[in-house]
């Protein structure tokens, strides 16, 4: 079956360094994305991930591994506004499958 | 660039009226769009997928006669909740993906929340 796991909420504090691990099994795999989703609003992209390693862009980085079928988005330097869902998908074949999201709360 | 807009972007309705969702990207073409739900404090559920031009695709329990799916034109896909319940309000939520100079990526309207009375 398909199954991607987030941890449901987090806190962090304003200016910190936070991590969101996913781990992912999946019948395919074709790349693994993660979205921003603040409520009652619709995801905005983030990060793309298809090889291993690590992907920074600005206060975002994220990283794979294939063969642990796991994955981390990393938020540096978190600002009030980064509070909001954080949603881990997987590719396969066509069509994403989400993870249950992450709530993360940024205090000051 | 990447635009995806969703019209309404929320709606109220009677119980077994019928209610259409459009979903548009504004500034490149889309080979194909997806058709998601969300419930509260839920993460999306991929409902169906539709390709211009061809049928949608479905996902596993959803029914195709309730929630029919156009995808008419490569801007344009509609989503229309037929005879609505109240079970049926969400948050509806369309992507489009296409040739849009990056990765084969998924780009999300704004969604629309529909509430069944």
């Known amino acids: 079956g398909q199954n991607i796991d987030q941890p449901t909420e987090m806190t962090a504090t304003e200016g910190a360094i936070v991590q969101i691990n996913c781990t992912y099994q999946?019948?395919?795999?074709?790349?693994l994305f993660w979205y921003q989703q603040h409520a009652g609003e619709a995801p905005t992209f983030l990060s793309y991930n298809v090889l291993d390693g690590l992907e920074e862009k600005g206060r975002f980085s994220s990283f794979l591994s294939r063969s642990k079928g796991y994955s981390y988005l990393l938020l540096k330097e978190l600002q009030m506004k980064d509070s909001a869902s954080y949603l881990c998908a997987v590719k396969d074949t066509d069509k994403l499958i989400f993870g249950t999201g992450t709530r993360l709360q940024v205090f000051p | 660039g990447a635009v995806v807009s969703q019209h309404p972007s929320w709606v109220i309705c009677k119980s077994g009226t019928s209610v259409k969702i459009e979903c548009r990207s504004l500034d490149f073409q889309a080979t194909t769009m997806f058709w998601y739900r969300q419930f509260p404090k839920q993460s999306l559920m991929l409902m169906a997928t539709s390709n211009e031009g061809s049928k949608a695709t479905y996902e596993q329990g959803v029914e195709k006669d309730k929630f029919l799916i156009n995808h008419a034109s490569l801007t344009l896909s509609t989503l229309t909740v037929t005879s609505a319940h109240p079970e049926d309000s969400s948050f509806y939520i369309c992507?489009?993906?296409?040739?849009?100079?990056?990765?084969?990526?998924?780009?999300f309207g704004p969604g629309t929340r529909l509430t069944v009375l």
């Open positions: 992507s489009a993906r296409g040739l849009a100079g990056l990765t084969d990526t998924q780009y």
């Open positions: 999946t019948s395919g795999f074709n790349g």
